[in-house]
T-cell receptor
Framework: AQKITQTQPGMFVQEKEAVTLDCTYD???????LFWYKQPSSGEMIFLIY??????QNATEGRYSLNFQKARKSANLVISASQLGDSAMYFC?????????????FGKGTTLSVSS | ETGVTQSPTHLIKTRGQQVTLRCSSQ?????VSWYQQALGQGPQFIFQ???????GRGNFPPRFSGLQFPNYSSELNVNALELDDSALYLC??????????????FGPGTRLTVL
């Protein structure tokens, strides 16, 4: 069975500091994608970053980077230089390649609070 | 480029009633997925539509049903509402055709309250 585990219910960080949000996954598929989404209090899920299981380099998107360790089945999100607007819920998700009809499997999320 | 839109934004129903939620997919996308997100939880996959047919389903009973229209918009119907159906319902659109799973772009959601 496929599963995403996010063990940090809440994280607190000060502005301009970096923060790492943990994510581990379990799958028997060889080809899959890993995603991170941000959900502000408004409810909309905002796509942040993607990592393919065969990508050799860690993905980066602006202040977001994904620390992908395939052997450990972890896909941690690193946010550099935190901003007040980063306060939100963050979800790690996974989806196998080339499987019609499959969808994202989400973890339970981590609430990030950024203070000034 | 128009993003994913959902209507209504909020809805209050009573137990036993039926509800229809609507979603317009992002321009150029051909696949719509629906998710249920209970308070404090991650979204749970309900089903997916591709080319107007249900193309995958999560662990939800048959009283959850849907439609996809030729313009790729979609509806989620829930019959015989139960208190536990109270949740945020998210619609996500994507393009199938890539070799890698494409990003799913989410709408703002419909918050359903069942009394």
């Amino acid at each position: 069975a496929q599963k995403i585990t996010q063990t940090q219910p809440g994280m607190f960080v000060q502005e301009k500091e970096a923060v790492t949000l943990d994510c581990t996954y379990d799958t028997s598929d060889q080809s899959y994608g890993l995603f991170w989404y941000k959900q502000p209090s408004s409810g909309e899920m905002i796509f942040l970053i993607y990592q393919g299981s065969y990508d050799e380099q860690n993905a980066t998107e602006g202040r977001y980077s994904l620390n992908f360790q395939k052997a450990r089945k972890s896909a941690n999100l690193v946010i550099s230089a935190s901003q007040l607007g980063d306060s939100a819920m963050y979800f790690c998700a996974m989806r196998p390649y080339n499987q019609a009809g499959t969808a994202l499997i989400f973890g339970k999320g981590t609430t990030l609070s950024v203070s000034s | 480029e128009t993003g994913v839109t959902q209507s209504p934004t909020h809805l209050i129903k009573t137990r036993g009633q039926q509800v229809t939620l609507r979603c317009s997919s992002q321009s150029g996308h051909n696949t719509v997925s629906w998710y249920q997100q209970a308070l404090g939880q991650g979204p749970q996959f309900i089903f997916q539509y591709y080319r107007e047919e249900e193309n995958g389903r999560g662990n939800f009973p048959p009283r959850f049903s849907g439609l996809q229209f030729p313009n790729y918009s979609s509806e989620l119907n829930v019959n015989a509402l139960e208190l536990d159906d109270s949740a945020l319902y998210l619609c996500a659109s994507s393009w199938r055709g890539h070799t890698r799973p494409s990003e799913q772009f989410f709408g703002p959601g419909t918050r359903l309250t069942v009394l």
